[in-house]
């Protein structure tokens, strides 16, 4: 769990391709209510990076914590959706509208997660990161409508991410 957790800060720190051009200014949400924010989503798409290579049925729980912080647990298969289970626990904070800093494992560092997008719903999500290197397409369902799925890649699309370059994720 530890050598996820150090790979994937790595990853997004400095290894991998970038996904987006890093001259158009990411637009996050205003106000996010964490509390509709939280509970299960479910990776519907995303960019290829290194530390989710080999995974399937991608999940992301999250919890208000009596501090103030954010639980996460991201869960997915390796291999296909039957697979070994693989999973990685850590907590989120926010600290400015729509921008979280995450810490997965016992790593110090934290991550960048930037929500571009929520449905009024709070069905559906777009979250990015700034340098460009990863970003998610979230649904409170595995199956994400057509046109939820066309919203989610014009918002990516206007935060200066190329859709054409993310993977389905099975579930």
């Known amino acids: 769990m530890i ?12 290894c ?7 001259s158009v200014p990411m637009q996050t949400v205003s106000r996010l209510d964490l509390e509709r924010y939280t509970g299960r989503w479910y990776e ?4 290829p990076v290194s530390f989710q290579r080999g995974c399937t049925a991608t999940t992301a729980d999250y919890a208000l914590r009596a501090d103030g912080t954010i639980g996460v647990v991201n869960t997915c298969r ?8 693989s999973q990685i626990a850590g907590t ?16 110090p560092f934290a991550g960048d997660y930037w929500v571009l997008w929520v449905a009024e719903d709070y069905g559906s999500a777009v979250v990015g990161t700034p340098g460009g290197r990863a970003g998610w397409i979230l649904h409170r369902d595995p199956a994400i409508p057509e046109d939820r799925l066309a919203t989610a890649r014009g ?3 206007a935060n200066g991410y190329d859709p054409s370059a993310l993977q389905r994720t099975r579930h």
């Open 3 to 14: 050598r996820l957790a150090l790979a994937a800060v790595l990853a997004l720190a400095a």
């Open 16 to 22: 991998g391709p970038v996904y987006r051009d890093t």
């Open 44 to 47: 519907v798409a995303s960019f």
């Open 78 to 85: 390796r291999g296909d959706p039957d697979g070994p289970v």
């Open 92 to 107: 989120a904070e926010v600290v400015e509208p729509g921008r979280l800093k995450v810490r997965l494992g016992r790593i």
């Open 155 to 157: 918002v990516l699309a």
